[in-house]
């Protein structure tokens, strides 16, 4: 090789150096192509030029004895240097980072996103709210103040309570379904019998939480219907003529804020 490198130098033809030098062929197929647009045949032609070429250096090799394969313990350096293939490895884990990160961000913008229009949905919802409760405000007193439909003897404690419910049913209207009880509408008692259960005031004398409970003396005591054992007489029920025996005389039971400030 070194001599044929440099009979080049020298200006000798490479026709006149041996092939082992040059190693360089020439086929003595010659390639026909009809169509010369035509790539697919073009690449045939080359291919089996190229064949009839390998065929013949190999015999050469052959008969000259000399090694043209490589040896299996033969290093083949790589062009790029392991530092280099180093910072491309580092670069790709970058990259890869890189847009982790940005998936990450946007996903956090667009639950930011989608937060953001939740409160938005809620705050409106809230001053909707706020706007029912004074508008049913607002319509309560107006029929107290005409008389259309609260009866004008009712004093101001039964227009509070009268209120109070206003309010409970514009919030229970505005509950989901799925929020509300089964039995809510059905088992819904009047004003009336939760008054009756529910509002009658701790009486005078009696100390403790458990003041509903019977006792010693209470358990002797046997004045009152629905089995009360603690001295007082049911305001609501009736004896045989036709009497009130739990009112002396006869009044109305006043609001439950004013039986407080006793």
């Known amino acids: ?3 044929g490198l440099l009979d080049l130098i020298e200006g000798k033809s490479s026709f006149d150096l041996d092939f082992f030098e040059t190693q360089v062929i020439q086929s003595d197929l010659n390639i026909e192509v009809e169509d010369v647009d035509d790539d697919i045949k073009i690449e045939v032609e080359l291919y089996k ?11 050469r090799f052959q008969k000259s004895s000399k090694p043209f394969f490589r040896p299996n313990d033969f290093f083949a350096e790589m062009i790029k240097s392991d530092s280099h293939m180093e910072k491309i490895r580092l670069r790709l884990i970058d990259e890869n980072s890189r847009i982790k990160a940005s998936e990450e961000s946007k996903k956090k913008r667009e639950l930011k996103k989608f937060g953001k229009a939740i409160q938005i949905e809620n705050k409106l919802q809230r001053e909707k709210e706020s706007k029912r409760l004074k508008e049913s405000v607002k319509e309560l007193r107006k ?5 259309n439909k609260l009866n004008e003897k009712k004093d101001e404690e039964e227009f509070e309570i009268e209120l109070e419910e206003a309010l409970s049913n514009s919030k229970k209207r505005d509950r989901p379904d799925s929020t509300r ?17 529910f509002g009658h005031p701790k009486p005078k004398g009696v100390v403790g939480k458990r003041w509903k409970e019977n006792t010693k003396e209470s358990s002797k005591n046997f ?7 603690d001295g007082r007489v049911s305001s609501g029920s009736k004896n045989r003529a036709g009497k009130v025996s739990g009112s002396r ?3 109305p039971r006043l609001g439950k804020s004013k039986r407080q400030k006793r």
């Open 1 to 3: 090789m070194a001599r």
């Open 49 to 59: 030029n190229a064949l009839e070429s390998a065929k013949q250096a190999y015999s």
């Open 143 to 147: 029929k107290r103040k005409d008389g």
């Open 181 to 197: 009880p089964k039995n809510e509408r059905a088992n819904k008692k009047p004003r009336s019998m939760r008054d009756n259960k």
């Open 223 to 229: 004045q009152g219907l629905g089995g009360k054992g």
């Open 249 to 251: 005389t006869g009044k």
